[in-house]
């Protein structure tokens, strides 16, 4: 279950005065890990990388602009579609939508130049406009849309956005996901914020839209300032438990009068929001502790009336936040991890790390330009802090998914797993029988980050280490547009490359069942692995292909040949009788009614079986199935994968190979296009291996497979070279073959283990 937004509730006041007066580690100036220089790292790469995470989070109908190739609709049928998925899960929460925009937002506003420089302003753009069009939608006037999403199941199911409605309404559910409406001063204001800062990024490029922004706005801070209160519908304190409005009200008016230059906003900050900020426990001093998050936008605020007023006493109330998060001040000093990472909180530490960074870039070239003291300090602590999610840590990793040689490989993300039977335990792992990757490579996401003593748990499991989320990137991503103005930084034109498929996502297995002189009795299952993208096939059916030679020189037709089902474990399958394909050679076509009962959903639904029957009459047993095309391969009470029964979404063949050597041609193939291992033996008892090339053909396929298995059960009928028998010792321990060499080529083939020999 994800936990992290429930935890991230404890707010600065319950910070204890022990943590708040915690000795300045010598660390902090001397540091045990080596920074780099600032432009060590490719800013402008992390900055292209950080939109494609904002891309993964799409809900809705997928963008014509998404680089995210693996992605498609999902949610299309949300009360308000579109908006970002919250974090690894799929909720939609309007708070983190809007922090998380505003973020955005201001990275650009301060500092567009580097972005437009690193050629990735266009993108940037198109990422924050859906963001912002989402929160117009959820603007229902006097109220607002908070929250979609039912958070029971959501957490209870792992599987992929672009299948969860199918999911979701197997389970009882309905056809649409529920939606919650409220008035929150809190989340409006914050609404408020992230239109105005939208209008000031869209106001010389789309003026039409930046006005719609600005409209919303200035209505939704009206209606927040008017109620201010937080209300009391329930659903979403779970996940986001709001604390106070008073921040965000001050935060609104800020932007609001950059946008406008009305001064009443500034006045109305004046007049009764500043008296309402939080103070320091037990303390009448405005508070100058915790950070900038969805649930705390008071510093950053007080960062922006210092910049709108002028007023030096606010500069110096800001100055006391980044004294806090560097060195300590009036007794009070945030705790460091043991290399010097400002460390506030287990859950997302990176998150608040970076987000102060980011306010230290603005307050630096804002209010303290003049003073190279604090120009220093501050652009020191926010450079170590962005290098070290980049790899200047004790681990020497990356902290981002996709950004450099090591980084996690468990981040807690449904979707970028591609699980289909709703497993997530060992995603992620690269160890041990049951390890299993990512389908997809989650780019630019920030993980959680390490523990206080700069520890991290890889971990799917262990989501205050892996998880991501939209508000986690979000002043990441804005302090990136400050490093890519100061440092510079590049794009790659080719990223991302095409992602091809880890694992094979469609297949048959099947087995004999019985068999007699009048018919065949088969066992089949259909598979649906799909992750690329994660789909259905509502118009699914497979053939079995069958050679009437023998019922002909009988004197019988094709229509003595009888079909029936025996066993339908979904019970919506209809099965034709023979039709032709060429010559004496027919097939049976059995067909899925709805696709859905055959989805990468869950343990039941991503495979399906029927069982059936072809033959003739009992009292005319002249049924010979041994020379059927589709039994090739198959045993009795074995199953099998098998590439003759072919299957097909509508008249498009996706998996197998039809009697004339058709095969899928628009899908890519389950085996590599390089051979596999070769390993040359220099005893010269044995020639160069091609491990699981059982029939010498120079690939390994599932007709590999096959062999070994028919070899296996009879020699003197299924007979395979000496050079086969030496291919097929795929265990590497020349002791011959057995049926774990048939198991480990067909895992193999369907991409459950990496590489032949099995090590």
Known sequence: MNLKKLAATVSAIAMTAAALTTAVPSSLTESKVEVNAASAYNYGEALQKSMFFYEAQQSGEKTDWSKVSWKGDCMTNDYIPGGWFDAGDHLKFTLTNAYSATALGWGLLQYGDGVKKCGMLDEYLLNLEFALDYLVACDLGDEIVYMIGDGDFDHKWWGSAEVYMYKFELEGNGTERPYYTCKNSSIQGQMAAALAVGYLCFKDSNPTKADEYLSHAKSIFKTADAYRDIGGDAAETSYYNISSFWDDLFFAANWLYIATGDKSYLDLCESDYIDNLGLESQSDELKYTWGYCWDDTQQAGTLLYAMNTGDEKWKEQFRKHLEYWTTGYGGKVIDHTPSGLAWLFQWGSLRHATTTAFLAYVAVDELFADDAAAVKKYTEFADFTMNYCFGDNPL?????????????????????????????????????????????????????????????????????????????????????????????????????????????????????????????????????????????????????????????????????????????????????????????????????????????????????????????????????????????????????????????????????????????????????????????????????????????????????????????????????????????DVQGNKNGLNAQDAVSIQKYILKQIDSLPVK
């Open 396 to 728: 020497n990793m990356s902290y981002v998914v996709g950004m450099g040689d090591s980084y996690p490989q468990a981040w807690h993300h449904r979707t970028s797993s591609g699980v289909w039977n709703d497993k997530w335990s060992n995603i992620g792992q690269t160890e041990g029988e049951d390890a299993k990757p990512h389908a997809h490579t989650l780019y630019g996401a920030l993980v959680g980050g390490p523990g206080k003593s700069d520890d991290y748990s890889d971990k799917i499991g262990d989501y205050q280490y892996t998880e991501v989320a939209i508000d986690y990137n979000a002043g990441y991503t804005a302090a990136l547009c400050a490093m890519v103005e100061k440092y510079g930084g590049t794009i790659d034109p080719d990223f991302p490359e095409e992602e091809e498929p880890k694992w094979t996502e469609f297949y048959m297995e099947a087995c004999i069942n019985q068999e007699s002189g009048s018919y065949t009795e088969i066992k089949a299952y259909t598979t649906n692995h799909s992750a690329w993208p994660a789909r259905v096939v509502k118009d699914l059916s497979y053939r079995y292909y069958i050679d009437l030679s023998e019922v002909f020189e009988a004197g019988f037709t094709v229509d003595d040949v009888q079909v029936k089902i025996g066993y339908d474990e979904w019970g919506n399958c209809t099965i034709s009788k023979p039709i032709q394909y060429d010559g004496n050679i027919y097939y049976i076509e059995i067909a899925y009614d709805d696709g859905t009962y055959v989805m990468p959903t869950g343990q039941s639904e991503h495979q399906g079986e029927i069982q059936f029957r072809v033959g003739v009459s009992d009292a005319t047993p002249v049924w010979d199935g041994s020379n059927d095309y589709s039994i090739d391969g198959l045993v009795k009470q074995d199953m099998q994968v098998t590439d003759k029964i072919t299957m097909y979404d509508g008249d498009t063949l996706i998996w197998g190979t039809e009697p004339d050597g058709t095969t899928p041609g628009d899908v890519k193939p389950s085996n590599p296009t390089e051979p596999s291992t070769k390993v040359t033996e220099t005893t010269g008892s044995r020639a160069d291996i091609e491990y699981g090339d059982v029939n010498c053909d120079g690939k390994v396929d599932i007709s590999d497979a096959v062999a070994l298995k028919c070899y296996l059960i009879n020699s003197a009928k299924f007979s395979i070279s000496a050079q086969g028998e030496i291919n097929g």
